[in-house]
């Protein structure tokens, strides 16, 4: 049987690898052998299994295995707006035993059990069940934590300068959890949810975590606002200047009509035309060295965006050149990000 389950390594976030070790129980030269894991989560009030397996090169050593895949699953089908919202979260524990073949080629499998956080009592509805959030902590953030980090805050907004925004604009952001969140404690983790709030004084102030500076409302002609689901898997926004040029590009395919012609009237030519699609082209205000690696590794980055046009939060992808020059010391100028917009609608934007 598996003897024991232990926790190595991981967060409250899915997006990164969530690894247990497992202590099998050892047999005497068994055809095969392999643990088998079982991830089983809460979907909707009910509870789905997926079913991982590792096998045993050495009879006596100890196994590694990331669930981490298994519980994306679930997270992964959530279907993102641009307005305020409570994210999707999981609720999992996973069973562990052993199955493998004697040499009298009889397969035993279910061989004994072990469960991690424990085996869930019905009448507490999966109460010590461990809970997980999608998003993920980047590859830095990963190499100089420990085996585990814990989660406070869902957004990497920089703190060095305040972000520009307009009077009348709604602010769209996820609020920091009130303390640290571990995955092994994570039996009472609650799931994230958006707020929008409205812009409605000048100067600099505090929204959230965030500090904000608001220009008049007079200025809002020369800014756009952006919301996009940041790497936390949660909602936030961004104001920028206006689009300095917008281009729209057309696929036409010319073709031939064969049909019947008189002496003085014929058409041998026609035309399909499709893909009419606006892209809009941004330059941020100037930045500093945190606010540039912001927008480069976690704006353009996101995979859900939205901008604001006329009141309508229209759906877009960001573009920018495949290579791009994130400093030139011997450049004086102050740092700034180019990027497209291409807006996922055809035809005006504009009614």
Not at 14 to 42: C, L, M, W
Not at 55 to 80: C, F, H, M, Q, W
Not at 246 to 266: C, D, G, L, P, R
């Amino acid at each position: 049987m598996a003897k024991k389950i232990n926790l190595t390594s991981g967060s409250i976030l899915a997006g990164n690898p969530i690894t247990f070790t497992i202590q099998p129980e050892q047999y005497k030269n068994p055809s095969f052998h392999r643990v088998i894991v079982e991830v089983t989560y809460d979907k909707d009030g009910s509870y789905e299994t997926i079913q991982l397996n590792v096998p045993i090169t050495k009879e006596g050593n100890d196994v590694e295995i990331d669930v981490s895949s298994a519980l994306r699953v679930p997270l992964e089908d959530y279907e993102y707006t641009p307005q305020a919202a409570t994210y999707p979260m999981v609720k999992w524990y996973i069973r562990a035993y052993d199955e493998y073949m004697d040499s009298n080629g009889e397969v035993h499998t279910n061989v004994g059990e072990q469960y991690y956080p424990q085996k869930p009592d019905a009448s507490t509805g999966g109460a010590t069940n461990l809970r997980c959030i999608i998003g993920a902590f980047s590859d830095i953030e990963r190499l100089t934590s420990g085996v585990s980090k814990d989660v406070t805050s869902l957004s990497r907004k920089p703190k060095s300068s305040p972000e520009m925004a307009v009077i009348g604009d709604e602010y769209a952001y996820t609020p920091a959890y009130a303390k640290a969140q571990s995955l092994a404690t994570s039996s009472s983790l609650v799931a994230p949810a958006s707020r929008i709030e409205t812009i409605t004084k000048e100067g600099l102030q505090t929204i959230g975590e965030h500090s904000v500076y608001a220009i008049p409302q007079s200025e809002a002609t020369h800014r756009m606002n952006f919301r996009f689901i940041n790497s936390f898997g949660v909602l936030e926004s961004i104001n920028v200047p206006r689009s300095y040029s917008e281009k729209i590009s057309i696929q036409s395919e010319e073709y031939t009509v064969a049909k019947i012609e008189t002496f003085n009237s014929f058409s041998r030519s026609a035309i399909n035309k499709r893909n009419n699609r606006e892209s809009w082209l941004f330059v941020t205000d100037p930045l500093d060295k945190s606010w540039l690696r912001w927008y480069l590794h976690e704006f353009l980055m996101s995979e859900h965006v939205w901008i604001d046009v006329n009141c309508n939060w229209i759906p877009c992808t960001l573009t920018s050149e495949e290579e791009i020059t994130m400093m030139d010391r011997t450049n004086t100028n102050m740092y700034s990000v180019s990027f497209t917009a291409k807006l996922d609608i055809y035809g005006s934007p504009i009614l």
